[in-house]
């Protein structure tokens, strides 16, 4: 907002001896003024193939893939969309994996609201996780010992 300001500056309204700047249309609105839900971020995009391995997507809405560290495709997008439309109708969030006193996302937490809601995890994302953490929440037939809430 800074830089679009630098390149192209608005003009204040007076008010007064003050000047009132007027807000700038953002790109970033999940929602226009007609109520089309806009695309907002673009910041974790990545290319339509599969195999990614890497930590994307916003903490509440993360897909199981990615949680479990194993190679992830487009297909988290749908996942993305579903979270979002029961967030919508919940009117919260279905996985809140943060501890709100840190400021931080809890790993344990996630998998045991995962579970919670999904069930165990296939025996294959234990097996082929990249996370040396993932392990250590299972036995070797998958089973977990942390407390699912």
């Known amino acids: 907002m800074e830089r679009a300001e630098e390149l192209n ?10 000047p009132v700047y007027r807000s700038r249309e953002e790109p970033a609105t999940a929602l226009n003024i007609t109520g089309i ?4 971020d673009f910041g974790s995009a990545r290319s339509a193939s599969t195999g ?6 916003p903490d509440t809405y993360r897909a199981p893939e990615i949680l479990m560290s194993v190679p992830w495709g487009f ?6 969309i579903g979270i979002l439309i029961l967030e919508l109708l919940e009117g919260r969030n279905l996985f809140y994996p943060i501890d709100e ?12 609201q995962y579970i919670a809601v999904l069930g165990l995890p296939p025996l294959w994302m234990i097996q082929e996780t990249t996370n040396p953490t993932i392990p250590t929440f299972f036995d070797s037939q998958g089973k977990t010992h942390i407390q699912c809430i």
Do not use: E, I
């Open 37 to 40: 839900v806009c695309l907002n």
């Open 75 to 80: 297909g988290v997008d749908t996942w993305s």
């Open 9 to 18: 500056p608005s003009v204040p309204v007076m008010d007064g001896k003050y």
């Open 52 to 57: 990614h391995q890497d930590w994307s997507m």
């Open 101 to 112: 006193v840190r400021n931080q996302y809890v790993l344990p937490l996630a998998l045991a």
